[in-house]
Nanobody, 126 residues
Framework: QVQLVESGGGLVQAGDSLRLSCAAS????????MGWFRQASGKERENVAV????????YYADSVKGRFTISRDNAKNTVYLQMNNLKPEDTAVYYC???????????????????WGQGTQVTVSS
């Protein structure tokens, strides 16, 4: 069982930056690929970024490529999402998720992830 706790959300203006953190309770954090997802009001949950267990492979949705960076610190059991140049369309609840995987193959579908955090709200005003 893995428990995930996100933090770092808030209300910012367009063009600002935020860094989200997700702390995992997993005994062996390196057994998990990690992903960030978001869900805007009235929309389906969508993938934002994914990182492999070692951090060597990453994937980004086209909508955030070049603005967001996913990273992980396996010594701290934490995954991060650095969000720069935020836009109003980035407004959503952001979720951290974990997938049992030691593969370098990354998955963007939320159906592939076993564990989820409770989410943190990010609101970007124009």
């Amino acid at each position: 069982q893995v428990q995930l706790v996100e933090s770092g959300g808030g209300l910012v203006q367009a063009g600002d930056s935020l860094r989200l953190s997700c702390a995992a309770s997993a005994r062996t954090f390196t057994n998990y690929a990690m992903g960030w997802f978001r869900q805007a009001s009235g929309k389906e949950r969508e993938n934002v970024a994914v990182i492999s267990w070692s951090g060597s492979n990453t994937y980004y949705a086209d909508s955030v490529k070049g603005r967001f960076t996913i990273s992980r610190d396996n010594a701290k059991n934490t995954v991060y999402l650095q969000m720069n140049n935020l836009k109003p369309e980035d407004t959503a609840v952001y979720y951290c998720a974990a997938r049992d995987s030691r593969s370098t193959i990354l998955f963007s579908s939320p159906l592939r992830y076993n564990y989820w955090g409770q989410g943190t709200q990010v609101t970007v005003s124009s």
